[in-house]
């Protein structure tokens, strides 16, 4: 065993930079920029875009063209998210045969 394992939060700043680390590999996945406006009750979903950063540069310039062509509006958001694999079997079959 670790002589370090033995000192009073080594466990939570373990778990801590497993945490920071897997946040960080997340920012290397794809992501996709969701643009809800409630006034329409609508989603719109853009990308997949190779990363995180190019996700928020995407969201950031479709908010300025939104502006410039409808508006401001405070019904209107913007949300980066990471794009998560299919969980469904048939989405994952639809995948492997588009890859063929």
């Known amino acids: 065993m670790d002589s370090r394992s033995s000192q009073p939060g080594d466990a939570i700043r373990l778990i801590r ?23 329409w009750e609508t989603v719109t979903v853009i990308g997949p875009f190779p990363d995180a950063m190019a996700a928020t540069v995407a969201a950031d310039a479709q908010r300025a063209e939104d502006i410039r062509e409808l508006g401001p509006s ?5 949300l980066v ?9 048939v989405d994952r079959q639809a995948l492997r045969e588009d890859a063929r």
């Open 17 to 39: 930079e497993l945490l920071v680390q897997d946040a960080m590999h997340d920012l290397d996945r794809p992501h996709v920029v969701l643009i809800s406006d409630s006034s």
């Open 74 to 78: 405070t019904s209107r958001s913007y």
């Open 81 to 89: 998210s990471l794009l998560f694999p299919p969980t469904r079997e």
